[in-house]
């Protein structure tokens, strides 16, 4: 096994960070869902800018993201939520664009621009170590804590205003039947830190084991 030791002079940080995020760029749960916001390195290096918003594209453009709002879209249509969308072809594509506008709007904001404004790592740092309890409190703590690029630990401003944001751009879309004031923006921003929070937790217990060709990462030996 080859290994890339990141302190070696021949590599600059902002090189050996690009190593990595090639290897997070090849996680897929099962092969093909993408899993790109978790690093499983120990040693995982800050991004810069431009690295925070090469994720950001690559999610979102994605194949699979784009399916997976279809899908939310047709399960929408089916309960016919947001029934001030109505019904029928036009309906569908109105949840559809909403969708993949809250998935773009959350992605970009809470996991680019705020992470390079406030200089704080968007992806989830996989532990992997400790007892049962330590891993699940750090999971779901997740959406309000993170690591700053100086490498510190640190409030998640990030994600929680990334969170908020998102939600009010959105209530500027949604059918206005379905709107309720401040009630839906508080509703949509607590419902996704508690899928951050989720995600987390099967990160930290579960996705690991379902995304195939890992190479070996340092936290493997411990």
């Known amino acids: 096994m080859t290994e890339v030791h990141v302190k070696s002079s021949s590599l600059t940080l902002v090189q050996a960070a690009d190593m990595q995020i090639r290897e997070q760029e090849k996680q897929r749960i099962f092969g093909f869902i993408p899993n790109f916001y978790v690093s499983y390195d120990s040693d995982a290096l800050p991004l810069n800018t431009k690295q925070k918003f090469r994720l950001a594209w690559k999610t979102t453009l994605d194949p699979f993201t784009i399916v997976g709002v279809g899908a939310l879209a047709g399960v929408e249509q089916a309960t016919n939520t ?14 559809l664009g909403a969708s993949y506008a809250d998935a773009v709007t959350g ?36 959406p309000v804590i993170c690591k700053g690029d100086n490498t510190r630990w640190q409030p998640n401003y990030s994600n929680v205003a990334g969170a908020f944001a ?17 009630g839906l923006v508080v509703q949509n921003s607590l419902i996704r830190l508690g899928e951050v929070a989720f995600e987390g937790v099967l990160q930290e217990f579960v996705i690991r084991r379902l995304t195939p060709h890992l190479r070996n990462r340092a936290s493997d030996r411990h």
């Open 82 to 95: 947001f029934e001030g969308y109505g019904q029928g072809a036009e309906g569908y594509f109105k949840r």
């Open 166 to 182: 998102s939600a009010g751009i959105s209530y500027l879309y949604y059918p206005t039947s379905d709107r309720n004031g401040g």
């Open 107 to 142: 992605t970009f904001i809470g996991s680019a621009m705020l992470p390079s404004l406030l200089k704080q790592d968007p992806r989830y740092l996989y532990k992997g170590t400790g007892s049962t309890r330590s891993r699940l409190l750090y999971a779901l703590a997740s």
